[in-house]
């Protein structure tokens, strides 16, 4: 049996993707962690920890070198919110250009019998703009990025876009109307529009500041859809004081911005649609379930991604540290014992390494006594050993 912690509101669906041998929120020693936005950065981890899975994308709200060091896997689930942010920024787009805030404002102000005579005196006061034709600037062109750039261009717009660490398969997303350029200034030079969709680290702190809010066209209007600090939110009211951009939109409030009838905060609901919360907790649950029944990495953030048909009586799994001699140290610790290796994999990923070793001929006395040398191997933050089902 499993046990499954979850925070935030995992929805329902991805509960019920848990097969019978997981129990969820049973224990305070659990095998793994389903979160969402929870702020994990100086929480404790229980020794029971396994893997840590983010339902969405950003896991900059777990502290990623001090749980690698704890042997624990972290994973996300790319894509699985990336069209709900995308429908929002379109959303966003067409409120600021068509003054869809502004106009509902006047008409919860004047609702006397006098409305329909002002309305139509006061209606040019709301004229908006089209997007067809506008500029957008899309910088990080990855999930949500890709969907982004693809719908601007569907409405008509010009897109341009900037991801300096494009993955193969996101290129093969984009449409190929879609312009990328090698700068971020070059990006957002002339722009109407302005959306980042990174992910927060050190070098995304402050990536849209007064250097690039300078090269955008006078009036643009800004989105954070990332994460609080992508964008320098006192570059930004500055920005708006001396009308540079006409809006700025985020969903990340801060006391800097709050109280500007310029600045639109929504309250972190990028992601948050029936189905985008359906589809990261059922990708969620089944990334626990491979991870602590296969100990498979696909989607791993902090191990390098390996998929390793399980066709043997068991397997071990070895986090460690990525130093020469360690494929040598594990499979000799299975030599001394006459465990014959029916299959072997190892990679990594910058620092860390993962090593699987696929066997059949393991006793429960030889397995104690190997997973306790494995782990006495100072390089080795995890060993496990995996049955298979
Ligand atoms: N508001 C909300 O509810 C949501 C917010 N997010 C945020 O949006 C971020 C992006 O999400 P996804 O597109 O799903 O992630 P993703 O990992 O698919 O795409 C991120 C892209 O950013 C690019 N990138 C990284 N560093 C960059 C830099 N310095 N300059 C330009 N591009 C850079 C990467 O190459 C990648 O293509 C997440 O990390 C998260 O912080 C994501 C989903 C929902
Ligand atoms: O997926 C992400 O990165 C998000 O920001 C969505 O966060 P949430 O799952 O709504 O807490």
């Known amino acids: 049996m499993y046990d499954v912690k979850t925070f935030n509101a995992i929805a329902q669906s991805g509960l019920d993707t848990f097969r019978n041998d997981f129990e969820i929120n049973k ?14 950065l100086e929480a404790d981890f229980p020794q029971s920890l396994k893997t840590i899975v983010r339902a969405g ?30 429908e929002l920024i379109v959303a966003l787009m067409i409120a600021t250009k068509r003054n869809l805030f502004e106009a509902h404002q006047y008409s919860d102000e004047h609702t006397e019998a006098d409305v329909s005579q002002r309305t139509e005196k006061d209606k040019t006061k709301f004229n908006g703009t089209e997007l067809a034709g506008k500029k957008i600037a ?33 290129a093969w997303r984009i449409n190929n109307k879609v312009k990328r350029v090698d700068t971020i200034k070059k990006a957002v030079k002339s722009a109407d529009f302005v959306t980042i969709h990174v992910p927060k680290n050190e070098e995304t702190i402050g ?8 090269e955008m066209k006078d009036g643009a209007v800004l989105f954070n859809y990332s994460r609080v600090g992508i964008v320098d939110n006192k570059a930004a009211v500055k920005a708006i ?24 905060i929504t309250p972190h609901i990028g992601g948050s649609t029936l189905e985008a919360e359906s589809n990261g907790a059922i990708q969620g649950a089944n990334t626990v379930m491979d991870y602590l029944q296969n100990g498979d990495t696909t989607n791993c953030v902090n191990l390098p991604n390996m998929q390793v048909a399980f066709e043997t009586a068991f397997r071990i799994t070895v986090i460690h540290q990525n130093v020469p001699n360690m494929v040598g140290q594990i499979s000799t610790q299975l030599a001394n014992r006459q465990i014959n290796i029916e299959n072997m994999a190892n990679a990594a990923k910058d620092k860390v390494a993962y090593t699987i070793v696929d066997v059949n001929d393991l006793n429960q006395d030889d397995a104690e006594d190997l997973i306790h040398h494995l782990n006495s191997i100072p390089e080795v933050y995890r060993v496990r050993l995996i049955k298979h089902q």
């Open 57 to 86: 994308a950003g896991v900059n709200n777990i502290p990623l070198d001090r749980v690698t060091e704890k042997g624990i896997a972290v994973f996300n689930t790319p894509g699985s919110n990336a069209n709900a942010v995308k």
């Open 27 to 40: 224990t305070d020693d659990p095998d793994a962690y389903l979160i969402r936005s929870v702020n994990l």
């Open 241 to 264: 004081r001396n009308q540079k951009i006409n809006h700025y939109c985020t969903d990340f409030g801060e006391p800097i911005i709050a109280d500007n009838p310029k600045i639109t």
């Open 138 to 170: 899309v910088i990080g062109l990855g999930h949500v990025g890709s969907l982004v750039a693809n719908a601007a261009l569907g409405l008509g717009m010009k897109v341009i876009g900037y991801d300096p660490y494009l993955s193969a398969n996101a």
């Open 207 to 214: 990536l849209i500041s007064t250097p690039e809010i300078n």
